[in-house]
C-alpha cells in the first residue's frame, strides 16, 4: 500500500537536509548591481523606445519577454510550493533559499533589458500587470506531484534561459552574462529537485510513479497568464529555443531514464497501470516531435524554391 502524504514528507526529511547542505557547499554569489553597464542607459521620455534599438529576431524577443514574466511571478510560485513545505521541515527552509535566490533572476534581467532596450518597456509593464494580478502558477496536488513538477520545470527554464543567450547578438556580452547567471542558479536548483524525487522513489516508487505520470501528462512551462503566451511560445518554439522537442531530448528523456521508471519494481496496481500511461505519453511526444521535424523537412525546400 503506498505510504500516505505525511509518511513520505517525514521520511523524506534527511534527504532534504542532505541535499541543502550540498547546495549550500557550493553558494553561486553574485549581485545583480554588478552585472550592468549603467552608463550605457537613455532615458525613455527623450529617447523612446524603438525595435531598432536593439535587432533580435521575434521569436528571441517573446522568449526575453516570456521569460522575464515569469521570473517575476515568483510570490505565487512560493506559495504554491509552501502550500506542502510544514512548518518545522527542511523542505521550507530550502524553499526560503530557493526564492531568496529565484528573487534577483527578475532583478538583473529587468535592468539588463531596460539599459539595453531589447523589450518595450510599457508593453512589458503592462505584462506584468496583468500576470501578477491573475497569480496563475501550477499547483500540484500533493508533495509527490510538486517535487515531480519542480524537476521538470527548472530543467526546462534553465534551456529556455540557455539557449535565449545563445541567440543573442555575440556583441552583447552583458546579457549573454546575465542569462548565463540565471541559467546556473536554475541547474542548481534543478538539480536539488530532480535528487529528491530520486529519493523519493526509493521511499515510496508507487506513489511517486503515479504523482511523476500525472505531472507528464498535464506538463506546461509556467507563463500561461502571461497576455498572448501561445503565440509567443510558437514564435519561441519556431526559433528552437524551447518547445515540444526540447522538452522530450532535453528534459522528458535524460530525467526519466536517471529516475529509471521503466525499471522500477514492487508498484501497486495503480502504479503500474501509472507506469504504461507514463511511457504511452512519451511515445506519443515522440510521434509528435518526429512528424512536426518531418513537415519542417518538406517546408524548408518549398521556401528555398520560392526565392
Known amino acids: 500500500m503506498a505510504k500516505s502524504r505525511v509518511d ?140 515531480a513538477y519542480v524537476s521538470f520545470q527548472e530543467r526546462a527554464t534553465q534551456i529556455a534561459h540557455r539557449n535565449t543567450g545563445s541567440k543573442l547578438p555575440k556583441d552583447d556580452k552583458i546579457g549573454r552574462n546575465v542569462l548565463g547567471l540565471i541559467a546556473g542558479d536554475e541547474t542548481k536548483h534543478y538539480l536539488f529537485y530532480r535528487d529528491l524525487t530520486l529519493a523519493a522513489f526509493a521511499i515510496d516508487p508507487s506513489a511517486m510513479m503515479i504523482a511523476v505520470s500525472r505531472q507528464v501528462s498535464t506538463f506546461a512551462m509556467p507563463g500561461t497568464g502571461i497576455p498572448s503566451f501561445t503565440r509567443h511560445a510558437v514564435r519561441i518554439a519556431k526559433e528552437g529555443i524551447y518547445g515540444l522537442g526540447q522538452y522530450l531530448s532535453d528534459v522528458l528523456t535524460p530525467i526519466l531514464s536517471l529516475w529509471d521508471v521503466e525499471h522500477l519494481k514492487g508498484l501497486t496496481k495503480e502504479a503500474e497501470v501509472a507506469r504504461t500511461e507514463l511511457v504511452n505519453v512519451k511515445a506519443k511526444i515522440a510521434e509528435t516531435v518526429e512528424r512536426m521535424a518531418h513537415k519542417a523537412a518538406l517546408i524548408k525546400p518549398s521556401l528555398s524554391r520560392s526565392h
Open 8 to 147: 513520505l514528507l517525514e521520511e523524506i526529511a534527511p534527504d532534504v537536509e542532505r541535499l541543502y547542505n550540498r547546495h549550500m557547499d557550493a553558494p553561486r554569489l553574485w549581485y545583480p548591481h554588478e552585472q550592468i553597464r549603467w552608463g550605457e542607459g537613455e532615458d525613455f521620455g527623450a529617447h523612446p523606445w524603438s525595435p531598432y534599438d536593439y535587432q533580435i529576431a521575434d521569436g528571441v524577443r517573446s522568449s526575453i519577454y516570456v521569460n522575464l514574466l515569469t521570473e517575476d511571478n515568483l510570490p505565487y510560485y512560493t506559495d504554491s510550493i509552501l502550500a506542502h513545505s510544514p512548518v518545522g521541515h527542511p523542505i521550507r527552509d530550502w524553499t526560503f533559499q530557493w526564492t531568496m535566490e529565484e528573487n534577483r533572476h527578475a532583478m538583473v534581467m529587468r535592468d539588463w533589458v531596460h539599459i539595453s532596450r531589447c523589450i518595450d518597456p510599457t508593453l512589458l509593464e503592462d505584462g506584468r500587470r496583468v500576470q501578477m494580478q491573475k497569480g496563475e502558477v501550477p499547483r500540484p496536488a500533493t508533495f509527490a506531484e510538486l517535487i
